[in-house]
């Protein structure tokens, strides 16, 4: 039987040295030992998460940065706060207050500074095991602001099978909990509100709505009648209902009234969460200390020490009213109104409360996506796996056995040592609900992980199981898709033919299938020859999206099949897969759901005749190597005859297929000389050259997505340093979309 830790919070009064004064010798020191202090707390759990916010960046790519939050270890530079997910930056543009020196370290991660109006938040959106429990300690600061400090720090935990990208609502919801209007996190399962104005122990605003009568806050907390200086926990939400008072600190005591008039109850906390001092020299840093039992359904207790020899003082004590989730994701988030702080975050550290083993498993449904809460014969199940190396060494060879699900996809087959930032991943994989599945009315199945350490011994984790409600057998259609291709190679002028087959083996009928086939893999190595068919529904082609959409009885089945003709130029690959509906409902890139041809090297050209020769010398470029989303890129292509020759059937093709995956074509490709066209996805350009004669040729993209926008341009004539498969680098160019600020030399 698993021990039964509870959810510790500590608070430590600490005086740290004024970051904009202090040497910072001084200020590592003051570090270090609150580290230390934190340390001993924590049990002899496995680490999981290290990060300091002391520096001026962030590494682990699992945290981000929401609103106003930023480093304060970051030098100057551009504000690149906003709403959107991004990693942490600087603090150039959130200066108002008492904040820490900018770019002095060790800093801090900044959630506000103390204007009135602000919000901040940290989130992280990567999985954590939860079968060990949790234990965890960080510094937080509210200092420096107006009108008794506010509006507080919240601390929250999520279902790590979820996407954790937004926060809830701010003002005395703190940034968890809902409020009139506004949905609470996403996911939520535990907040716990450090609440120095005093609003989040109270149902207003929407907050508690729906919540049972034995989880409300004491009747004479109304409005803006309050409890300043408290801690208050509140339990699981969704969207605007939920989130409700599970305890806190605030009691029925009437201590006094506010400017306004508001009632003012007392805390049975034996210190304060806000200090008015005007520097961070005098202000109060607490060591708050998290431990989340391992219990299906934990217990909840919360005791503090202000180190001023009274130890630590028990304050509360709650059991969860809903099981914990199989992972957990966490945030902090702060915000200030008409009441101001600055609110400071650092040295936070995570374990798992009970030890767990070198390689840890958490099999869970993938909840991403909306999930129903029966599945039916012919339904996908998604399922995540998580995967942690908690041991001392680097992990290889590792991966996920399930036997009941086939397709499973890991990011990597590598783990870090425990506490690195990728000592942990997240597999995938899926499973559709059978007849024989349903008979017992639940789907259950077991995964494993094994992996090699460094000595090349086998490294094993325990069993996850997984269990999903599945409704009795009826007449549900099933259907099962299986591409193949005619051919795996091919040359250039050669034709491959592709064929989709579906069939309904269920016993039901299939009503509205749909499929789609992605050509954008295929097209930038061949052209499809004449129109697809199918022998049942119908199938069309938009740009490079092949969809088919139909019904069919059982036992009946469709065939859908088109041609394609290989030419030069592409990346010698015809890759594809088809999704949407069955077997194939996810990303697939294997058979039967996908197909792979290659496109073998054209031979090589004639000799040219003897005499004067054109050369087509191609370069090109972008006016920027790194871009935001919604920024553009000016593309430019330079073509010249270096050769003795006219040249006159100069020519090109640029294919965008790569670049239109993460960016949109704007305005219409122009030249200066010879005729530019564009049929999506391809440019083509050509024109008569004589010797040292050029053209330059232009277009521009709007970025979209994160990622990369590769491109190469190929010409088929005869003397050019860009023929296929040339490896030239003036025939390309790479312009890489990033979520925070430019690095270009030309925008700095």
């Excluded at 052209?527 to 959409?549: F, H, K, M, S």
Aim: proline letters at 9%; aromatic letters at 6%; hydrophobic letters at 35%.
């Amino acid at each position: 039987m698993r021990a039964s830790a509870a959810l510790l919070v500590a608070a430590a009064w600490l005086t740290v040295p004024s970051v904009a004064s202090a040497p910072s010798a001084l200020a590592a020191s003051a570090v270090a030992a609150s580290a230390s202090a934190a340390r001993a707390r924590q049990g002899n759990g496995s680490e999981l998460l290290n990060e300091t916010f002391a520096g001026a960046a962030v590494e682990d790519p699992g945290f981000l940065a929401l609103n106003d939050a930023c480093l304060t270890g970051a030098p100057p530079g551009p504000d690149t706060t906003g709403p959107g997910g991004r990693e942490p930056g600087t603090c150039s543009g959130h200066q108002v207050g008492p904040v820490p020196q900018i770019g002095r370290t060790p800093g801090y991660l900044q959630l506000t500074d103390a204007g009135r109006g602000r919000t901040g938040g940290v989130l992280y959106n990567r999985p954590l095991p939860g079968n060990g429990g949790l234990d965890l300690t960080f510094e937080q600061y509210q200092y420096g602001g107006v009108q008794g400090g506010g509006d507080g720090i919240a601390f929250f935990l999520t279902d790590g099978a979820g996407v954790l990208n937004q926060t809830g609502a701010f003002g005395g919801s703190l940034g968890y909990a809902q409020r009139t209007g506004r949905p609470g996190v996403d996911h939520g399962y535990l907040g716990l509100g450090l609440d120095a104005y005093g609003n989040y122990a109270v149902d207003f605003e929407g907050r508690g709505t729906g919540c049972p009568a034995d989880q409300r806050p004491p009747a004479e907390f109304q409005v803006y009648d309050r409890p300043p200086n408290n801690v208050t926990l509140r339990g699981p939400g969704h969207e605007e209902s939920y989130y409700c008072y599970l305890g806190g600190t605030g009691t029925t005591e009437r201590i006094g009234t506010d400017p306004d008039g508001n009632v003012l109850f007392g805390s049975t906390l034996p210190g304060r969460l806000h200090e008015p001092a005007g520097d961070i020299a005098q202000a109060a840093g607490r060591t708050v200390h998290v431990v989340v039992s391992a219990e299906v359904r934990p217990t909840v207790s919360i005791e503090m020490d202000f180190h001023d020899g009274n130890g630590f003082v028990p304050v509360l004590s709650r059991r969860m009213p809903e099981d914990a989730p199989r992972t957990y994701k966490f945030g902090f988030t702060a915000s200030t109104g008409s009441a101001t702080d600055v609110h400071l975050i650092r040295q936070l550290r995570v374990r798992s409360s009970e030890p767990l083993g070198a390689l840890n498993l958490v099999k869970q449904v993938d909840r991403t996506t909306p999930q129903p809460p029966v599945y039916r014969v012919g339904d996908v199940v998604p399922y995540q796996f998580v995967v942690t190396n908690t041991g001392g060494g680097r992990l290889t060879d590792v991966k996920v056995n399930d036997p009941r699900v086939a397709d499973i996809r890991c990011p990597r087959d590598t783990l870090e040592a425990r506490g690195e930032p990728l000592a942990t991943m997240t597999c995938t994989g899926t499973h559709t609900i059978t007849v024989a599945d349903a008979a017992g009315g639940r789907f259950d199945n077991a995964a494993t992980a094994d992996g090699r350490d460094a000595a090349g011994a086998d490294v094993h984790s325990g069993p996850s199981e997984v269990s999903v409600p599945v409704e009795g057998a009826g007449p549900v259609p099933v259907p099962v898709v299986a591409k193949t291709a005619s051919t795996d190679r091919v040359r250039p002028g050669d034709e491959v033919t592709y064929m989709i087959r579906v069939r309904n083996e269920g016993t039901g009928p299939l009503v509205n299938g749909r499929l789609t086939d992605d050509l954008s893999g295929v097209l930038d190595d061949g052209d499809l020859v004449g129109t697809p068919e199918a022998t049942a529904g119908n199938v069309v082609v938009d740009g490079t999206r092949l969809e088919w959409t139909g019904a069919l009885d059982p036992g009946r089945e469709a065939v859908i099949t088109y041609t394609v003709r290989a030419h030069a130029g592409g990346d010698g690959t015809m890759r594809n897969a088809v999704r949407g509906l069955g077997n194939c409902q996810e990303d697939v890139q294997g058979p039967p759901c996908a197909t792979l041809v290659e496109v073998a090297e054209e031979p090589p050209p004639p000799p040219p005749p003897p005499g004067p020769h054109g050369h087509l010398t191609i370069t090109k470029w972008a006016d920027r190597t790194y871009v935001r989303p919604g920024q553009r890129v000016v593309y430019r292509i330079r073509v010249e005859n270096t050769g003795d020759g006219p040249l006159p059937d100069a020519s090109f093709r640029d294919d965008l297929s790569a670049v239109l995956r993460r960016a949109r074509l704007v305005g219409t490709p122009e030249a200066d000389h010879g005729e530019v066209s564009y049929r999506r996805p391809v440019l083509r350009w050509h024109g008569s050259l004589a010797p040292g004669r050029s053209a330059v040729i232009e277009y521009t993209v709007v970025a979209r997505h994160r990622g990369r926008l590769p491109n190469r341009v190929v010409s088929s004539v005869r003397r050019t340093n860009c023929r296929p498969h040339s490896r030239d680098p003036r025939c390309t160019a790479v312009v890489t979309v990033v979520p925070g600020p430019q690095k270009d030399r030309e925008d700095r």
